[in-house]
């Protein structure tokens, strides 16, 4: 009996302190997307460049945000000295992804292929070539302007979605442009 209540005890200790732990995560992501909305808002973060699917922004705190354009993830990296939270987190806040999306929407869509691999149009314009698989004049001299299919398809089940009238203005220009091909 004494064993049973042993292990009874150690289960419950055990779940407490998981249930704790999930807890304080769920809180810890939902102030951080609650943050990261206000820095937007306030415009403070700031498009740094997108290679492939992954957005670079800066501007939130010490830390440094990724935004996975396909999985609409944030990612929040920072550095170990101020580490006020357990970094990294994955934000998989719709309403967050949303706005970060609709904010820097015309730098997410503008893009150069290059090798196979999608570049943002302002990495020509990054002071730190080296730590790009390619120079700028590489670039510059064969810049396949092309657009991603990925997005398209979300325009495409935006419309279905909500109609062809929730569509921003480069949402239309990048539909035109693809059908003109």
């Keep these: 009996m004494e064993i049973f209540i042993g292990i009874l005890i150690g289960a419950l200790l055990t779940f407490i302190l998981i249930g704790k732990r999930v807890i304080s995560n769920y809180i810890i992501n939902r102030r951080i997307s609650n943050e990261i909305l206000e820095f937007l808002n306030g415009d403070k973060l700031k498009f740094y460049y997108r290679i492939g699917n992954m957005v670079y922004i800066n501007g939130y705190k010490s830390y440094s945000l990724r935004y ?17 939270y357990n970094i990294p987190i994955l934000i998989n806040n719709g309403k967050t992804s949303d706005a970060i999306y609709s904010k820097f929407e015309k730098n997410i869509l503008k893009t150069y292929k290059y090798k196979g691999v999608l570049y943002s149009e302002n990495i020509s314009n990054i002071e730190n070539e080296d730590q790009f698989n390619f120079k700028k004049e590489d670039l510059k001299e064969d810049p396949v302007s092309e657009i991603d299919e990925k997005i398209i398809d979300e325009i ?8 062809i009238d929730s569509l921003s203005e480069d949402q239309k220009l990048l539909l035109d442009k693809q059908s003109s091909k």
């Design 68 to 84: 996975d354009v396909e999985t609409k993830k944030i990612l929040v990296l920072g550095s170990e000295s101020e580490n006020e």
């Design 156 to 163: 495409l089940e935006q419309i279905t979605k909500k109609g």
